[in-house]
C-alpha cells in the first residue's frame, strides 16, 4: 500500500496550462475516483502520477519519496488502460505474466504469481486462451491481473470501462471493489461517470477545467456541493439551478417566476442581492394545499425509470426536474405543484458559483477569490 502526496501540480503544454496547481493527499489503502468531463485534465493527473507525463510544476511524493525525476518502472505502480493493451498473440497466462519476465522474475514465480491472480479474477480457466477468445469483460480481468502480479504499491486505473456495454459496467464495478477490499491496496480511478464514481470511490476528486473542485467522500459532496459545477456534475437528473433575487430579509424569489418567494431561515442578506438557488430533483415533493413554500409548473417530458418517474417542467423560463413516484398519474392538464422541503434548499454565489454556508454569512461576489482566476 502507498501514501500519495501531490503538491502544487501544474502541466503546460506549448505554453498552455492544463493542470492549475493540484494539491492532493492520498492514503494508504484509499480508493479515490477523479472525475470530471472530458478535457478537464483527469487522465493527464493519472499519467503524470504514473511518470508517463512531465511535471511541469510541483511535486509528487509516493510513501515520502519524491518520485518526479523517477522512471514509471521504479515507481512501484501499475496502470490499467481503457483499451486492455494485450498482446493477440500470447495467451491469458503470457500477457499476464509479461511484465514479471520482463523484470526478469524467475519461472517458478512467475507462474505462482499468475495462478494467484486467475484465481483472484476468476481467470483460471481461461489461461491458455487468448484475448480474441475472450469477451471484453475477461480482457479487461487479464488487464487487471498483468497489474496484480506486479504487487504494486498504487493501482491506476484509466477510464477501464468505458469499452464495455452497460450491463458490464456494472458488474465489473462490483468485480473492482471487491478486488480493491480483498487487496487492500491504495488505488487511484479516472471516470467521467458520476454514478460510477459514486459507487466506487472512498474518496471523490471532482476536476473542472484542470483544477480541482472538491475533494471529500461521495455522499459529503453529493450532499454538500461546493460549487454549480459540482452541483450540476453529480447527480442524475442534475440539481436544479434557477436565478434568484433576495426580496428581503429571509425571503428570496425565483428570477422571472412572478409570485415565487422561498423563506430561508439565516438570510441576512440585502434586498436585491443575486443568488443561484439549487434543489435536487429528488428533494422536491408533490405538494398539497398545506405545503408552503410551492412551485407550480407545466410537466414538458416525463422519462420512465422503472423504479420512479422523472418530470422535466416548466416554471416560468426556467427548466426544473422533479423525481415522482412510481405510478404517480399526472393531470390532464399537464400541471403540478411542487412543494420545497425545509432544508432541501442549496446556494451558491451568482458570480462565482461558490457555495454559500448560510446567507448570514454571504459577502459580495468582489471579496471572494475567484477560482476561475
Known amino acids: 500500500m502507498a501514501q500519495l502526496s501531490l503538491s502544487g501540480l501544474r502541466k503546460s503544454y506549448a505554453g498552455k496550462q492544463v493542470l492549475h496547481g493540484v494539491d492532493v493527499e492520498i492514503n494508504q489503502g484509499q480508493f479515490v475516483v477523479i472525475v470530471g468531463p472530458s478535457g478537464c485534465g483527469k487522465s493527464t493527473l493519472l499519467r503524470m502520477i504514473a511518470g508517463l507525463e512531465d511535471i511541469t510544476e510541483g511535486e509528487i511524493a509516493i510513501n515520502g519519496q519524491v518520485v518526479n525525476d523517477l522512471d514509471p518502472a521504479?515507481?512501484?505502480?501499475?496502470?490499467?488502460?481503457?483499451?486492455?493493451?494485450?498482446?493477440?498473440?500470447?495467451?491469458?497466462a503470457e500477457n499476464i505474466a509479461y511484465p514479471l519476465k520482463i523484470a526478469r522474475i524467475a519461472k517458478?514465480?512467475?507462474?505462482?504469481?499468475?495462478?494467484?491472480?486467475?484465481?483472484?479474477l476468476d481467470l483460471s480457466d481461461y489461461l491458455d486462451r487468448r484475448?480474441?477468445?475472450?469477451?471484453?469483460?475477461?480482457?479487461?480481468?487479464?488487464?487487471?491481473?498483468?497489474?496484480?502480479?506486479?504487487?504494486?504499491?498504487?493501482?491506476?486505473?484509466?477510464?477501464p470501462l468505458s469499452n464495455l456495454d452497460a450491463k458490464l459496467r456494472v458488474s465489473m464495478r462490483i468485480e473492482i471493489k471487491r478486488l480493491h477490499k480483498r487487496l487492500a491496496a491504495t488505488s487511484i480511478f479516472v471516470t467521467h461517470d458520476q454514478v460510477e464514481a459514486m459507487t466506487l470511490a472512498d474518496m471523490l476528486i471532482v476536476m473542472n477545467g484542470g483544477r480541482v473542485e472538491q475533494i471529500g467522500a461521495p455522499a459529503e459532496i453529493y450532499d454538500r456541493p461546493a460549487?454549480?459545477?459540482?452541483?450540476?456534475?453529480?447527480?442524475?437528473?442534475?440539481?436544479?439551478?434557477?436565478?434568484?433575487?433576495?426580496?428581503?430579509?429571509?425571503?428570496?424569489?425565483l428570477d422571472g417566476v412572478p409570485g415565487t418567494s422561498i423563506r430561508i431561515e439565516g438570510c441576512e442578506a440585502a434586498p436585491g442581492t443575486k443568488l443561484t438557488f439549487g434543489i435536487r430533483p429528488e428533494d422536491l415533493t408533490v405538494?398539497?394545499?398545506?405545503?408552503?413554500?410551492?412551485l407550480s409548473g407545466t410537466v414538458d417530458l416525463v422519462e420512465e425509470l422503472g423504479s420512479s418517474r422523472a418530470a422535466y417542467c416548466s416554471i416560468g423560463p426556467h427548466e426544473l426536474a422533479i423525481i415522482l413516484p412510481k405510478g404517480f398519474a399526472l393531470n390532464?392538464?399537464?400541471?403540478?405543484?411542487?412543494?420545497?422541503?425545509?432544508?432541501?434548499?442549496?446556494?451558491f454565489?451568482?458570480?462565482?458559483?461558490?457555495?454559500?454556508?448560510?446567507?448570514?454569512?454571504?459577502q459580495p461576489s468582489e471579496t471572494q477569490e475567484d477560482v476561475s482566476a
Not at 521504479?74 to 491469458?92: E, I, K, S, W
Not at 405538494?287 to 410551492?294: C, E, I, K, R
Request: charged share 20%.
Open 108 to 120: 517458478s514465480e512467475r507462474e505462482r504469481r499468475v495462478r494467484e491472480a486467475a484465481g483472484i
Open 74 to 92: 521504479d515507481r512501484g505502480c501499475a496502470m490499467v488502460f481503457q483499451n486492455y493493451a494485450l498482446y493477440p498473440h500470447m495467451t491469458v
Open 131 to 159: 484475448p480474441a477468445q475472450l469477451s471484453g469483460g475477461q480482457r479487461q480481468r487479464v488487464a487487471m491481473g498483468r497489474a496484480i502480479v506486479r504487487e504494486p504499491q498504487l493501482f491506476l486505473f484509466d477510464e
Open 349 to 362: 454565489d451568482e458570480a462565482n458559483g461558490h457555495r454559500l454556508r448560510s446567507l448570514g454569512e454571504y
Open 287 to 294: 405538494a398539497t394545499g398545506d405545503d408552503s413554500p410551492a
Open 227 to 253: 460549487s454549480t459545477f459540482v452541483a450540476g456534475f453529480m447527480g442524475a437528473p442534475a440539481m436544479n439551478l434557477l436565478p434568484a433575487t433576495i426580496v428581503e430579509p429571509g425571503l428570496i424569489a
Open 332 to 347: 390532464r392538464a399537464g400541471r403540478i405543484t411542487m412543494g420545497i422541503p425545509a432544508g432541501a434548499v442549496h446556494l
